[in-house]
């Protein structure tokens, strides 16, 4: 399906560094030093508004490569005069692999990612065996991963594979928990969701603070994902 590109004039949002590889985002913050977390998959912005403006001592980057999505959050973020948002349009996996630095996420949200409910489109589903790598990069020891889905074996397999592969602590009730946390902002989707009657299994993760060194190499099994133009994600 191709978009129609607005151009996206907002003072919060990043246009695509292309092939600058010196680009920071942590940079475009008024208080840079603050954490920085992100989020992948932002849509229209209902999840990132309520959060970052409960939380003015972080960075919220939030990213999606939908581009009415990011203009709607942008006018979102705007409307609000919230100075520690960020948004870009850009995959997640090229965005960590390119311009973050190692350990530099104190947290990453995943709210209702595309489900991909056929077992022989599984692979398509953005958390998976790859998308561990940029994961181990990017999250610092002690970070912590927030996943929420309408799909139960999506939840059950990011929780089951985090845990094994990444060593991370589980948060939240084995596999996951269907409990809305009032401190948890409620997605588009999420709400689409709930309103049906329809569980939210929610997954949080934190990274356990047993490594000493952060990786020296940046993540190479950037793969192209199923909605990702292949000359996007090329090194
Ligand atoms: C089902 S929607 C959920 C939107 C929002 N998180 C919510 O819960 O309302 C999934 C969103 O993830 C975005 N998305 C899918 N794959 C992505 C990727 N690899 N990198 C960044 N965004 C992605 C899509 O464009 C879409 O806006």
Known sequence: MTQRVVPNTSPSFIPDPEQDLSFRPQA?????????????????????????TSRPEVNFLAIDIYNQGCLKTCRKIDAAGLDNVRVMRIEARHLIARYLDPWSLAAIYINCPDPWPKKRHRERRLVNADFLEVVRFALKPGGELFFASDVADYAEEVSALIVNECGFTRLTPEPYCTEVQSDYPI????RRFLE???????????????????PQARPSAVRAGFRVRRETIGK
């Open 28 to 52: 475009l913050f008024p208080r840079p030093e603050q954490p920085l977390v992100l989020e992948i998959g932002c849509g229209i912005g209902d999840f990132i508004l309520p959060l970052a």
């Open 187 to 190: 997605s588009k989707y999420m």
């Open 196 to 214: 049906l009657g329809q569980p939210i299994h929610f997954v949080r993760l934190r990274r356990k603070n047993n490594e000493v060194e952060p």
